[in-house]
């Protein structure tokens, strides 16, 4: 699945363990969103005003932008990078170096085992902009689209791992969950929380939601997944899971062994279907996309 930024991602195998959330990768956490829940990753990027009610744990380096605010630890494996107003209502630990910011505030102090280096107040941009004028007052021209176009090739731009925890901006995480967008959970996922989604969810199978589901758009379910409370929608397909609540939608497609506690509304109608159903399905498509044609040459080949 390629990046969006509009879509919060929860990767396969990631775990919230009580108010733990445990990623095997990254974890991005965009503007202006707020976390309910300590973290523990490879590495962890926040945006600018971010809020994490919780402790940070990870391998690698930790970011934080702008006047954010963590209420707890830090426990950084790499570098950290703490920008200018960051509050940290806690003890910053570190095995690399620290990068810091003006006006940063960590209540329990900070240990650091490489080099320490706090930034100056006035931004770095306004040194550049002042050398870039005093060239141009002395006519060198030439010198100032040197910089530029050296400064444009060399973006500080961050590589995040293959696999990854994303948050949209404006976004909030805890035991109420409101999406600024779509949600999409990976495989054998196991995850926390009332959720109310302004988009589509995708849930992928074998995971578990202890909570509701609730989205402006479609919602799909794979199969074995467990939902532990109601699920709301437009159109909704549920394949072979176990809902403990409700289910309500426009049109719903359900597998006829998927085991529903609560009562299914539907005011376009139910559809049930079953693997034999699935499996014809799946070959009418290959067969107008001329996918089995090509399976049987092959064979004769």
């Known amino acids: 699945m390629g990046f969006d930024r509009k879509t919060y991602v929860i990767p396969d195998n990631t775990k919230f363990d009580d108010k733990t959330i445990r990623v095997e990768g ?104 002042l050398y870039l004028l005093e060239l141009l007052k002395r006519g060198h021209s030439e010198e100032v689209e040197r910089i530029l176009q050296e400064l444009e090739s060399n973006q500080d731009i961050i590589s995040i791992s293959e696999k990854y925890f994303f948050l949209p901006n404006g976004s909030s995480i805890g035991n109420e969950c409101t999406i600024n967008g779509r949600l999409h959970i990976g495989k054998n996922c196991v995850v926390n929380g009332n959720h109310r989604v302004k988009g589509h969810i995708m849930v992928e199978e074998g995971s578990t939601i202890y909570g509701s589901l ?66 014809m399905k799946k070959k009418v498509e290959r067969f107008k996309e001329k996918v089995d044609i090509v399976d049987e040459v092959a064979e004769l080949l």
């Open 26 to 129: 990254d974890v991005v956490v965009g503007n202006a969103c707020n976390v309910d829940f300590n973290i523990e990753s490879e590495r962890v990027f926040a945006g600018e005003r971010a809020k994490i009610n919780g402790s940070i744990k990870t391998v690698g380096d930790v970011r934080i932008d702008l006047f954010s605010v963590i209420n707890g630890d830090i426990f950084c494996g790499g570098n950290a990078y703490i920008a200018d107003g960051t509050e940290i209502n806690g003890k910053l630990s570190l095995k690399g170096d620290l990068d810091v910011g003006d006006n940063v505030e960590i209540r329990d102090g900070f240990e650091a085992k490489g080099w320490i280096n706090i930034r100056s107040p006035i931004p770095m941009v306004i040194y550049v902009l």
């Open 214 to 279: 609730k989205a402006s758009g479609n919602i799909i379910l794979g199969k074995n997944v467990k939902v532990e409370g109601n699920v709301e929608g437009e159109m909704i397909k549920i394949d072979m899971c176990d809902i403990a609540g409700d289910v309500s939608g426009k049109k719903v497609e359900i597998f006829k062994n998927a085991n529903v506690m609560g009562v299914v509304k539907a005011a376009e109608g139910i559809q049930f279907f079953d693997s034999k159903k699935r499996k």
